[in-house]
């Protein structure tokens, strides 16, 4: 799965229909920053808005994962279903990476935190690491929220 590969397939197939990216997102309930994301290859279309996609663009979900359309001799090993379960749990994955990033953050800016209280070397460098700590767990933070509030 090529995401920009991907996306030129939707532009191509949309502007085959004759829809402008706000017809189409009208359609599918999205914005058209969203579609816009995804023909650039920016980001992937959720699973929950694919099938109503390749219905639009009178595609099958292989077609749009293989961002072409389907040789005549083609032979899949997976039906529509186990490509729809395969999407899902892919971006069930990229979510909780995303939340894991944010609590090993949080973790590392509390590790950094311990040190500038217990090494007292010299007052700026203490000040420093609990400066850096303070940066990271509100990085850490942030990512959890954002992530969580995304979905």
Wanted: hydrophobic fraction near 45%; aromatic fraction near 8%.
């Amino acid at each position: 799965m090529n995401q920009l590969t991907i996306g030129k397939y939707i532009a191509k197939k949309r502007k085959e229909k004759n829809l402008t990216q706000i017809q189409l997102a009208e359609r599918l309930n999205v914005s058209n920053k969203t579609i816009s994301k995804w023909e650039n290859g920016n980001c992937m279309p959720g699973y929950s808005v694919i099938e109503g996609l390749c219905q639009e663009l009178s595609i099958t979900i292989a077609e749009l994962m293989d961002g072409e359309d389907t040789k005549q001799n083609s032979i899949r090993i997976y039906d529509e279903a186990q490509m729809m379960d395969l999407l899902k749990r892919t971006q069930q994955l990229e979510k909780q990476k995303n939340i894991l990033y944010g609590i090993l953050l949080i973790m590392l800016g509390i590790g950094l935190f311990v040190i500038s209280r217990t090494v007292m070397i010299v007052n700026f460098f203490s000040g420093l690491l609990f400066g850096a700590a303070i940066a990271i767990v509100l990085a850490g933070v942030y990512c959890m929220i954002y992530h969580i509030a995304k979905n």
